[in-house]
T-cell receptor, first 113, second 112 residues
């Protein structure tokens, strides 16, 4: 099946720093989704991207749909303690719907005081 | 908030016993999914449904069955629980028009 490589696996940063993470695939996707999961909760959708090259922001979060359609990036500016959690990317290929979502394994963001 | 609830939220059961997890949604979404989440494996699809009484297998379906008798409810059954099924289980629904998937709060299942 589809494979998504998400990196880095974990990040240890200081409060106030900017964060960058990415997902890459050997296959083309036509939608990219970014989620955040906090301990004991389900993943929550942060940003959805639908067009190659698209850049979308949600507060301090900015995500981009790569031009090749095989990658996507998430940036968090000026990190704060509540940004801690696991960030997942998901790609949707042409079928969509049914089993059309492929998830990365997550980037674990840890903010050091 | 996609209006998804899961019950129970936590369960401890013994090996060999049957277990049913329930997912309820209020958004009238056609597609519903069951995932399990384990360290090092991320989210893995167990089964999904594309309508009432229409279901199909996902990546890790062995040992699990599902049923969907109403649009709003999707049940996951472990016929005879094993320790390898200790996990956190998430239900999700799909907004057809945007491919956005929304997740429930999860059920933590421990099989002893």
């Amino acid at each position: 099946g589809q494979q998504l490589n998400q990196s880095p696996q974990s990040m240890f940063i200081q409060e106030g720093e900017d964060v960058s993470m990415n997902c890459t695939s050997s296959s083309i996707f036509n939608t990219w989704l970014w989620y955040k999961q906090e301990p004991g909760e389900g993943p929550v959708l942060l940003i959805a991207l639908y067009k190659a090259g698209e850049l979308t922001s949600n507060g301090r979060l900015t995500a981009q749909f790569g031009i090749t359609r095989k990658d996507s990036f998430l940036n968090i500016s000026a990190s704060i303690p509540s940004d801690v959690g696991i960030y997942f990317c998901a790609g949707v290929y042409s079928g969509g719907g049914a089993d059309g979502l492929t998830f990365g394994k997550g980037t674990h963001l840890i903010i050091q005081p | 908030d996609a209006g998804i609830t899961q019950s129970p939220r936590h369960k401890v059961t013994e090996t060999g016993t049957p277990v049913t997890l329930r997912c309820h949604q209020t958004e009238n979404h056609r597609y519903m999914y069951w995932y399990r989440q384990d360290p090092g494996h991320g989210l893995r699809l167990i089964h999904y449904s594309y309508g009432v009484k229409d279901t199909d297998k996902g990546e890790v379906s062995d040992g699990y069955s599902v049923s969907r008798s109403k649009t709003e409810d999707f049940l996951l059954t472990l016929e005879s629980a094993t320790s390898s099924q200790t996990s956190v289980y998430f239900c999700a629904t799909l907004r057809d028009s945007t491919y956005e998937q929304y997740f429930g709060p999860g059920t933590r299942l421990t099989v002893t």
